[in-house]
């Protein structure tokens, strides 16, 4: 399809993108958008240097790609270069939403589907609420000097809810997201948000501020899953390590970083926000054992940070879209389910706090949660609501410290916000896990 240059290394990374964002406030419509684009990322590399274009006039690749092999020094052995030699080739046509595909769904019926949740919001303790429906497909077509000839599909969809609360003098907010990769799953989510909106309604009329201290705490597949992305799978991306002799040796495999039991895991194969057939290098999806029964035991790569470090690659080059190079991100990252029940779990605690719903979490080495929603565990029961700031941690003591971990399992996807990474954001990506007991935590 493309004449790329002899002696030097070349892809081209065309994305056919189709997305809608509907969007109310109190039940107003104020945004509705329905838009399709093609854009197309362009690389070129000597041996020494990387040249990057991208641009939307598709009939401009060969230009781009030209003027990028004129400006590189031509290298006889580009193909003994071992970066090169690492790449995966693929020649293969998986389109996986041809026949469910988000394009095909009238948008008044998408719009019909949102608004069909109206009434559960239309209540007198909440003041106000805002509506998204949003869906994207991209078909991404991968081409290289090597011989890859790859297009490949992915896609979302989802609802995401914000509603203000106000119950006498007490304040509260509640978001409310569901995705999924086909569009059927969003008309059965009537239960999901019944049943939320009445969690928060009780958590705004009851919940008492905590007494700060250290506790037990247990974290839902939500806490577990933001802990996880969070605080160490932005660690195990190592892109962070390349050339850092510190990084590299706090990170060798082989380390026990954590408590017997504790297993993260990366995979692009999950169907959700981090679904991923091929990376952005056109490596096919993997499932990455980060960390085995406590054991470090793997980290993500792009094709160059795997031959930097000596180690397989895993399929996690990724970018925002065409404008941006891969670079190193999760996919979908979460602690794997236990042998215990959650309950079971919870029955051991005598003074404790259970962290339901979160607003963010950050943090590398020293990680912070902001719960959103938070409950006293007294004499093994949840109880009390509980007004909690943060929830703070060294990440590798925590890990050490997890002595429960349930069979009770949840991947979660969500529309709205996603994962930054130096100027790239939002990425999507899915997280979540069991619930997890931490025998220690800073609580305020």
């Not at 007490?170 to 969690?199: I, N, Q």
Request: proline share 2%.
């Amino acid at each position: 399809m493309y004449k790329f240059r002899k002696n030097l290394y070349s892809d081209v990374r065309i994305e056919d993108v189709f997305e809608t964002t509907i969007g109310y406030r109190n039940a107003k419509l104020e945004q509705q958008k329905v838009r399709s684009y093609k854009g197309a990322f362009i690389r070129v590399f000597d041996g020494d240097k990387w040249y990057y274009a991208a641009t939307t006039d598709l009939n401009n690749i060969q230009s781009e790609l030209d003027v990028l092999s004129d400006m590189a020094n031509p290298n006889e052995t580009i193909d003994e270069h071992p970066v090169v030699k690492a790449f995966e080739v693929h020649k293969k046509e998986q389109l996986m939403f041809k026949d469910n595909s988000v394009k095909d769904i009238p948008v008044e019926e998408k719009k019909q589907v949102l608004s069909s949740y109206f009434d559960i919001f239309d209540r007198e303790e909440i003041v106000q609420t805002t509506y998204a429906y949003v869906d994207k497909k991209v078909v991404k077509s991968f081409y290289s000097s090597k011989g890859s000839d790859l297009v490949f599909d992915n896609q979302t969809t989802g609802i995401g809810i914000r509603s203000q609360f106000l119950i006498g003098e007490e304040k509260g907010s509640e978001s409310f997201s569901k995705a999924f990769t086909t569009f059927d799953p969003l008309k059965s989510l009537g239960e999901y948000f019944r049943e939320e909106v009445e969690k928060q309604v009780d958590y705004v009329k009851h919940a008492e501020n905590v007494e700060a201290g250290e506790y037990t705490v247990v974290l839902s597949p939500m806490a577990t899953g933001v802990f996880t992305h969070e605080s160490f799978g932005h660690k195990s991306e190592s892109d962070f390590m390349v050339g850092d002799e510190t990084m590299a040796k706090e990170w060798t495999l082989g380390k026990k970083v954590a408590a017997n039991g504790v297993t993260i895991v990366d995979d692009g194969n999950e169907l959700g926000s981090g679904f991923v057939q091929y990376d952005d290098e056109g490596t096919k999806a993997r499932k990455t054992m980060i960390i085995t029964d406590g054991e470090l035991t793997g980290r993500l790569h792009s094709t160059s940070t795997a031959v930097a470090l000596n180690e397989s690659l895993t399929g996690n080059a990724r970018a925002m879209n065409f404008e941006f190079e891969p670079i190193v991100r999760m996919t979908t990252t979460y602690i794997d389910k236990g042998t215990r029940k959650k309950d079971d779990i919870i029955s051991e605690i005598k003074n404790g706090i259970f962290i339901d719903t979160i607003r963010h979490g950050s943090g590398m080495t020293t990680f912070t949660i902001a719960p959103n929603r938070a409950y006293k565990i007294e004499d093994g029961k949840i109880t009390t609501p509980l007004k909690v700031s943060v929830v703070t941690g060294n990440v590798f003591s925590t890990l050490d410290e997890i002595d429960g971990i349930s069979e009770e399992f949840d991947l979660l996807s969500f529309v709205g916000g996603g994962c930054g990474k130096m100027e790239q954001f939002p990425l999507p990506v899915g997280f979540g896990g069991p619930f997890i007991r931490v025998k220690k935590l800073n609580v305020q």
